[in-house]
């Protein structure tokens, strides 16, 4: 099946300090999403990404969608306590059918 | 804000019993999906659900998993003869559109899980 690989595998940082994370993938894919999961819920969407290149904000969080389709960064400036969780990559399929194929993931915690 | 409810929040077993999970999408939303994640791995797709029937499926979804929608509210996932393996948190999702039509448009909303403990 579709791998993603996400890299780091986790990230112990300082509050206040930019995070940056990275998915890719051995496949071209059209659509590009990241997602948040907090401890102990589902996960939630954080930003989509359409077409190569694109460059997408969301408040302290902005995602580009690589321009080979084959990869995605996240990027996080000035993180704060509530950052903390998973987050995972996701990809739609190409072939029409009707399911997110989700990345490894990259657990995030906050060093106080 | 609407969102998806799923019951039980936690659920233990012993191997072999039938299992149901419960699952109230939110209301003008006409997909729905189960996925679920193992502890400690990422999440992964177990089936999609539109117009009454199943959409896709994937390899995990064998025989011993079904789907039903009951009501015009509830979307349940049975596992008929649980195995320690079925061990796992599972999500359900809606969408108010689907995945295939072309370019992404349905964004998945998740319920905070059923977690399923088989002994």
């Known amino acids: 099946g579709q791998q993603l690989n996400q890299s780091p595998q986790s990230m112990f940082i300082q509050e206040g300090e930019d995070v940056s994370m990275n998915c890719t993938s051995s496949s071209i894919f059209n659509t590009w999403l990241w997602y948040k999961q907090d401890p102990g819920e589902g996960p939630v969407l954080l930003i989509a990404l359409y077409k190569a290149g694109e460059l997408t904000s969301n408040g302290r969080l902005t995602a580009q969608f690589g321009i080979t389709r084959k990869d995605s960064f996240l990027n996080i400036s000035a993180s704060i306590p509530s950052d903390v969780g998973i987050y995972f990559c996701?990809?739609?399929?190409?072939?029409?059918?009707?399911?997110?194929?989700f990345g490894t993931g990259t657990r995030l915690t906050i060093i106080p | 804000e609407p969102e998806v409810t799923q019951t039980p929040s936690h659920q233990v077993t012993q191997m072999g019993q039938e299992v149901i999970l419960r699952c109230v999408p939110i209301?003008?939303?006409?997909?729905f999906y189960w996925y679920r994640q193992i502890l400690g791995q990422k999440v992964e797709f177990l089936v999609s659900f539109y117009n009454n029937e199943i959409s896709e499926k994937s390899e995990i979804f064998d025989d011993q998993f079904s789907v039903e929608r009951p009501d015009g509210s509830n979307f349940t996932l049975k596992i008929r003869s649980t195995k320690l393996e079925d061990s796992a948190m599972y999500f359900c999702?809606?969408?108010?559109?689907?995945?295939?039509?072309?370019?992404?448009?349905?964004?998945?909303?998740f319920g905070e899980g059923s977690r399923l403990t088989v002994l």
């Open positions: 999702a809606s969408s108010e559109a689907g995945l295939a039509g072309g370019q992404y448009t349905g964004e998945l909303f």
């Open positions: 209301s003008n939303h006409l997909y």
């Open positions: 996701a990809v739609d399929s190409n072939f029409g059918n009707e399911k997110l194929t």
